[in-house]
Each structure stands twice: as C-alpha cells, then as structure tokens.
C-alpha cells in the first residue's frame, strides 16, 4: 500500500536548524510532488511547499521563502524538509504527503499523509 | 496566499446533517475544481475525505459529499454519527500554483 514514513521527533534551540525525512513506498516516486504542512499546538494546518520528485522543481509558501528547503533523494524515494534559523514559535507536528501527478497536472490533494514529526523548539 | 475560511464550529445530533463552508477567491476556490476537505482526530494525522471538489476516495462513506459553489465550496454529513466528531479542513490549490487550507472546523455531535 502507498505509505509515508516520517523520521522521529526533534528539539532543537532557538536559531538552529531542522531536517525531517519523508520515505515513500507502494508508488513510482518520481509520478507525483510531495508535499510539506505544518499544524502548530492548537492551531490549523499551514501548506509549506512542495516538491515535484521527477525534476526537484519546488513552490514554496511566502510565509516560508528564503527559510525552507525542500529536497528529494530518487534512489531511496525520500524526500526532506530543512527549516532554519527556527524560532519557539516554528514549534509544530511537520506532515509531508503525496500530491500532484507530475505528468498530468491533475491530483491535486494531499494522500497519503505521513505520521508527521514534532519538532520543538526551546532553549 | 490568506486562508480559507471555515466557521469555527458546527453542531448537531446523531442523524442529522450538517453542511461546512469553505470560502475563497477567484485565485483558488473559484479558478479550478480542486478543492478537497480533510478530516483529522486529535492526534491523528489529516485523512482525506473528498477530492476535486465532490469525489470521495473509493470504499469511503458516502455521507460525506462535496460541493462548489463560486468561490465557496461547501462539505456536507448526513446521518451525523459519533465517530463524526473531529475537525474538518479545506483545501484549494491556487493560480501561483500553492495550495491552501482553510482555517478549520470543529463538529461536534451532541
């Protein structure tokens, strides 16, 4: 079956940076776009960005241009979300999921989700 | 790229139906049909409901449908039933070719 793998929850101080992996099975990788969303305590889901696995081209949200970077890796059908210089309030449960067929255009929602990672932020 | 929005909550009882709104512009709800709509427990991830604006994932319950209307899209759940209770989010992809959510919706059955 179509599964996202997420790796295991962080903390990280204030400033530092974070890099969260997204492994992908059960499809061709390269077909479809991953993409990043983020759900702070409490709070909504927020789009980060997205990443076509065929070409690496990548859209990111403004709120999140010039502090994310979003990177896939094909031979091991993972895909990574690095955010920077973070902040207490970058504290969140990160999710990547499959969207986007790369060819068509088409399948533009988010299935499936991974298990999403905690990232908090403290000193 | 602002939220969509959604009323915070919707109530109702075990049986009855309830509809959710998910208004947006003319650069996202109103520009393509893809709006798609999530339903998260607590301390679950999201799962997908309804796809491309009234398509629901195969083997999932048809008393989850969808529908659009200009630039709002609109979730309905008829026969609520108790495992109903979660919140609800919207989704659009948009014309800067992003996606957006909606601000969320918490039913609750009573």
């Known amino acids: 079956q179509v599964q996202l793998v997420q790796s295991g929850a962080e903390v990280k101080k204030p400033g530092a940076s974070v890099k969260v992996s997204c492994k992908a099975s059960?499809?061709?990788?390269?077909?479809?776009?991953i993409s990043w969303v983020r759900q702070a305590p409490g709070q909504g889901l927020e789009w980060m960005g997205w990443i076509g696995a065929y070409n690496g081209n990548t859209n990111y949200a403004q709120n999140f241009q010039g502090r994310v970077t979003l990177t896939t890796e094909t031979p091991t059908s993972t895909a990574y979300m690095e955010l920077r210089s973070l902040r207490s309030d970058d504290t969140a449960v990160y999710y990547c999921?499959?969207?986007?067929?790369?060819?068509?255009?088409?399948?533009?929602?988010?299935?499936?989700w991974g298990q999403g990672t905690l990232v908090t932020v403290s000193s | 790229q602002s939220a969509l929005t959604q009323p915070a909550s919707v109530s109702g009882s075990p049986g009855q139906s309830i509809t959710i709104s998910c208004t947006g512009t003319?650069?996202?709800?109103?520009?393509?049909?893809?709006v798609s709509w999530y339903q998260q427990h607590p301390h679950k991830a999201p799962k997908l409901i309804i796809y491309d604006v009234s398509n629901r994932p195969s083997g999932d319950s048809n008393r989850f449908s969808g529908s659009k209307s200009g630039n709002t899209a609109s979730l309905t759940i008829s026969g609520l039933q108790t495992e109903d209770e979660a919140d609800y989010y919207c989704?659009?992809?948009?014309?800067?070719?992003?996606?957006?959510f909606g601000t969320g919706t918490k039913v609750t059955v009573l």
């Open positions: 003319s650069s996202d709800v109103g520009a393509y049909n893809y």
């Open positions: 989704s659009s992809y948009t014309s800067d070719n992003t996606y957006v």
């Open positions: 999921a499959k969207v986007r067929d790369y060819w068509s255009g088409d399948r533009n929602w988010f299935d499936p």
């Open positions: 059960g499809y061709t990788f390269i077909n479809y776009a």
